[in-house]
C-alpha cells in the first residue's frame, strides 16, 4: 500500500474519524463522491464491529494496484472472541449482538471484495477493496 493511514478503534469518536480518512484517501486516489461514501459507510460498518464485539482494535487504509486495476483496500483487525460461523455472518439478519445484522453483509454489498479471517478466543480480520473504475 503507499499512502497508508492506521487508526485504532478504542471509541465511538474513531468511527467519525476512520471513515473521514477512508473519505480523504478515496478522493486522493480519484473515486467519486458516491463512491466515496459507499467506502466511508462500508468502513463505518466494520469499525463499528469492532466496538461492539471485540474491546479495541485498528483500521488501516491505504492504495492498493493489482493486475492492472487501482482501488482501496481497508483492513479492519481486533482481538476480540473470533466469529464462530464466518458464513452465518456474511448473511443479512444475523446477529449476536443488538444489531440488525447489517454490518458484515451490508460491507460486502458496498465493497467489490471482501474477506474474512477468525479464529475463536484470537480475533477477526476483515479485508475490503473497492476498484476504481476503468474510466475514472
Known amino acids: 500500500m ?8 478504542r471509541q465511538d469518536g474513531d468511527i467519525v474519524a476512520v471513515r473521514q480518512a477512508g473519505r480523504e484517501i478515496a478522493a486522493a486516489l480519484g473515486f467519486s463522491v458516491t463512491d466515496q461514501t459507499v467506502i466511508a459507510t462500508a468502513i463505518s460498518e466494520v469499525a463499528r464491529n469492532i466496538l461492539e464485539h471485540a474491546s479495541g ?8 494496484r493489482e493486475r492492472g486495476r487501482h482501488g482501496i483496500v481497508v483492513v ?3 482481538d476480540g472472541p473470533g466469529i464462530p460461523d464466518v458464513a452465518r455472518a456474511l448473511q443479512d439478519g444475523f446477529s449476536t449482538g443488538r444489531g440488525l445484522g447489517m454490518g458484515l453483509p ?3 454489498r458496498l465493497m467489490d471484495d471482501l474477506a474474512v479471517e477468525s479464529s475463536i ?7 475490503m477493496v473497492k476498484w476504481r473504475p476503468a474510466d475514472a
Request: hydrophobic share 30%.
Open 2 to 9: 503507499g499512502d497508508e493511514r492506521q487508526i485504532a478503534i
Open 57 to 64: 482494535g485498528e483500521v488501516r487504509i491505504g492504495e492498493i
Open 76 to 78: 479492519a483487525r481486533d
Open 106 to 108: 451490508g460491507a460486502k
Open 121 to 127: 478466543g484470537r480475533g477477526t480480520t476483515v479485508r
